[in-house]
Each structure stands twice: as structure tokens, then as C-alpha cells.
């Protein structure tokens, strides 16, 4: 959408670009990488790779021109090739041997609901707000999101940091939120896809919570409730 309104690419000439982008990804993906880990390790390559990603994000609607273009695309396969394997191999690291699964299993499952959702707030962003909201938009989640690449502290007590939730920090804005280690998907995709398609926000709680997920308990779902109710623990 972004090349053909803003530089008449069409459908027979954006192969090109597909071929740059993935020639850019597997040059830097089966060549750089693994020295570029080996001589900064994983973590600064996260940060380098965050970095990179917002620079190029922030920088696309910035040219006017192909070649221009074509000098800020590179930092966007950059970004992502020193980004993502390097925050897979942390995660794999750092989770315990008999929940590796679970943890590899909920970082796919939140990309694959990212692939879904993303594709559909920028466009909806496109069309009502302009051709450049898409890019500010995802560099604004990367930027958010990298703030984890750097290890602030927790905010449980006595909270060294001064960390403080999204709630707080937006105060006086409508945040909605989704407890959960992790947040369950279906609840975020449901919230989500709401929003993008109708402009509403599910009903909430007094805790910003949507009903529809947390109005009742889990422990009123539970198979084993009438147990319970019996007396019998």
C-alpha cells in the first residue's frame, strides 16, 4: 500500500523489492550474524537489532525518493536478522528444561497472532490517519517492547526501579488490560480484532479488564468445582 501511493510500485515492479529485503535477510542472516553473536553475544545484538528496527521504521515515510528508499530498507532485515535469533537463543537459555516447550511454544504463538493483528490496525492506521502512521506506529511498539532488552527491574516491592504499569503511566487514558503469565491470546485477538474492525472496546471491569474473559473466575469453571463445593478439599 505505503510503495504504490507513494511511488507507484505496482504489482508487476514490488517483486524487486522482495528481492532486495530477502537478499539483504540471507546475507545478513548466513554470513554476519553468527560473528557479529560471537563478538557481542546475544544480548547486544537484541539491543542493536531493536535499534536498528526503529531507525528504519522512523526513516521509511522520511524519503522522497527510490534511492533514498533504498538506502533506509536495509536497516529493517538488519534489524530483524540480529533481533529475532538472538531473542530466540536468550529464551531458550533462559527457560528451565521441562517448560522450554511452553515458553518456544508462546513466543510462535504471539508472533503468529502479531502476523495476524499488525496487518490489520496498519492499514485501518493507513487509511484514516495517513501513509506514514503504520511505520510510527510499529516503531513505537518496538521502542516500548525493547525497554525489556535492557532488563529493567520488576515492580513487585521494594520496586529499586520505580517501575510502574502501563495503567499509570497512561493515566487518564482508556488502557485495557489482560492479566495472565502470558496473557492468553484468543482474549488479546478478540480485544484486538474488536477494535480494528468496529472502533469499540469490549465492556470492562473496574480493573480494565474485558468482561467477556474475566467477568467470572476460573475456579467457577473448573471440573473439579463440585468437589470443592462438597467439602472434599
Known sequence: LFLGAEYGVTEKTIGYFFLYVGALSLVMRSIFLGPIVDRIGEA????????????????????????????????????TALLFPSTTALMSHAAQK??????????????GIARVVAPILATRA?????????????????????????????????????????????????????????????????????????????ALDDKARPLFAYGRTIHEHCPRRAHFDAGRF
Open 126 to 202: 493507513f487509511q484514516d490517519w495517513g501513509h506514514d502512521w503504520p511505520f510510527y506506529m510499529a516503531a513505537a511498539t518496538v521502542a516500548l517492547v525493547s525497554i525489556l532488552a535492557f532488563r529493567l527491574g520488576p515492580v513487585a516491592d521494594p520496586n529499586p526501579t520505580g517501575a510502574t504499569g502501563a495503567p499509570t503511566v497512561l493515566a487518564g487514558k482508556t488502557v485495557v488490560t489482560l492479566p495472565g503469565c502470558p496473557a492468553n491470546p484468543y482474549v488479546f485477538l478478540g480485544t484486538a480484532l474488536q477494535y480494528a474492525t468496529l472502533g469499540t472496546l469490549p
Open 98 to 111: 521441562q517448560e522450554l516447550g511452553t515458553v518456544m511454544g508462546s513466543a510462535q504463538t504471539f508472533a
Open 44 to 79: 547486544w545484538a537484541m539491543r542493536i537489532g531493536c535499534a536498528c528496527l526503529i531507525v528504519g521504521l522512523l526513516l521509511y515515510p522520511a524519503t522522497s525518493s527510490l534511492w533514498g528508499l533504498a538506502l533506509i530498507i536495509p536497516f529493517v532485515p538488519i534489524g
